[in-house]
Nanobody, 126 residues
Framework: QVQLVESGGGLVEAGGSLRLTCVPR????????VGWFRQAPGKEREPVAAISYSGLTTDYLDSLKGRFIISRDNSDNTVYLQMGNLKPEDTAVYYC???????????????????WGQGTQVTVSS
């Protein structure tokens, strides 16, 4: 059974950068899009970014455009989330997820994702 595993989280000062990694242990992403989501304490989960299976199409939460970049290396079966100019409000558990539908476009709707990782904690200090 495929399990998504996130890594790369940690504690960083405001203004710093982190790169998160998501890998499908026991399988592959196949021809599925992948998304990143986050959930801060006491808040609902929100979308961060999504990427198509080809990697050619991406989408972002509007407020994160310009600071976060999602990418994927299909030859290495890895999806990345490069986060820059981090702010304390970016503190959250970050999850990657594989879209239920193969191929397709990108979507930030969490209901379109069926396979979720356990998350990696990102903490940004002020």
């Amino acid at each position: 059974q495929v399990q998504l595993v996130e890594s790369g989280g940690g504690l960083v000062e405001a203004g710093g950068s982190l790169r998160l990694t998501c890998v499908p242990r026991g399988g592959s992403f196949g021809r599925h899009g992948v998304g990143w989501f986050r959930q801060a304490p006491g808040k609902e989960r929100e979308p961060v970014a999504a990427i198509s299976y080809s990697g050619l199409t991406t989408d972002y939460l509007d407020s994160l455009k310009g600071r976060f970049i999602i990418s994927r290396d299909n030859s290495d079966n890895t999806v990345y989330l490069q986060m820059g100019n981090l702010k304390p409000e970016d503190t959250a558990v970050y999850y990657c997820a594989r879209r239920r539908e193969a191929i397709g476009g990108v979507t930030l709707q969490s209901g379109q994702y069926e396979l979720w990782g356990q998350g990696t904690q990102v903490t940004v200090s002020s």
